[in-house]
């Protein structure tokens, strides 16, 4: 089957079942977070992530679009219920969504459709970016090096663009375009909606190379639609940041397999955080 349902272990996240089938569990690890020591919480990418691995299983329907709002904070330690709600059920199309919430807070939402349609079209009018192997392009370090965090379960290369500190009394970019290779570090990780909408959140890593300074920002929102997922070891990230105004930013990816094939597409709106 080419259009993937996540899988039950997802290798980057554990989205555990209830007895109630509309109920899943996501339990806050140090490694699924990002931010200081001190003062880490979950990533928004991964709370998008194990809803639409929540919504797949539950419907038993590949995700064609998900798009979460981020409301609040979950620290390491706790759990999060996400708590499935299907209002429509087609016949192809389920229209569903999922509240995560920490007891009875509420920490995000996710809207979402699941679905697909018979049909012999298959076709893409967006390709990726010409850029080298990922073997023969630097790894990106990330600037918070000591702590785990969800970044240390991936690897990045960098095809183009400025990262971190590399950014730091540089000049504002020509073009806020940022291209990188991401997978995950466990060989057994497979690619999949999940792990697709976790690197979809890698957006906030283009900023400090649009503005010329160690630069990143916090999530309000993220879309992601889906194409073709297909099997890859890479993802090719192709990512632009549209606009900044008024201290908030604007960007979207493409996310490409190793073959060229468009897998799928993501936008943002972020609060920016300037670092140094």
Not at 161 to 171: K, N, P, T, Y
Not at 186 to 205: H, M
Request: charged share 20%.
């Amino acid at each position: 089957m080419v259009d993937q349902i996540s899988s039950d272990n997802v290798g980057l996240f554990n989205v555990r079942a209830t007895h109630n089938p509309h109920r899943w569990l996501l339990s806050v690890l140090d490694d699924i977070c990002v931010g200081p020591a001190d003062s880490s919480f979950l990533f928004g990418g991964v709370g998008m992530a194990s809803s639409i691995v929540a919504l797949e299983r539950t419907t038993g329907r590949p995700t064609i679009w998900a798009t979460a709002q981020y409301l609040s904070y979950a620290r390491p330690g706790s759990i999060v219920d996400l708590d499935v709600h299907i209002p429509v059920g087609g016949k192809y199309t389920t229209q569903a969504r999922v509240i995560g919430h920490v007891d009875d807070k509420e920490i995000f939402t996710v809207n979402a459709a699941m679905g697909s349609r018979p049909g012999d079209i298959s076709a893409q009018w967006v390709h990726a970016p010409e850029a080298p192997k990922p073997e023969e392009c630097p790894v990106r370090e990330h600037w918070r090096k000591n702590a785990v965090s969800l970044h240390h379960q991936l690897e990045v290369r960098m095809v183009k663009g400025r990262q971190g500190l590399d950014c730091v009394g540089g000049e504002m970019s020509d073009d806020g375009h940022v291209i990188m290779w991401v997978r995950p570090l466990n060989p057994e990780t497979e690619i999949d909606s999940g792990v697709l909408a976790v690197i979809a959140d890698y957006i906030p890593s283009a900023i400090g190379h649009a503005i010329g300074r160690d630069a990143g920002g916090n999530s309000l929102d993220n879309t992601v639609r889906f194409r073709k997922v297909v099997p890859t070891r890479w993802v090719l990230c192709d990512i632009q940041i549209q606009g900044i105004h008024g201290g908030f930013v604007q960007g979207q990816m493409q996310l490409f397999s190793e073959n060229g094939e468009l897998m799928a597409t993501a936008s943002q709106s972020l609060i920016l955080r300037i670092r140094s």
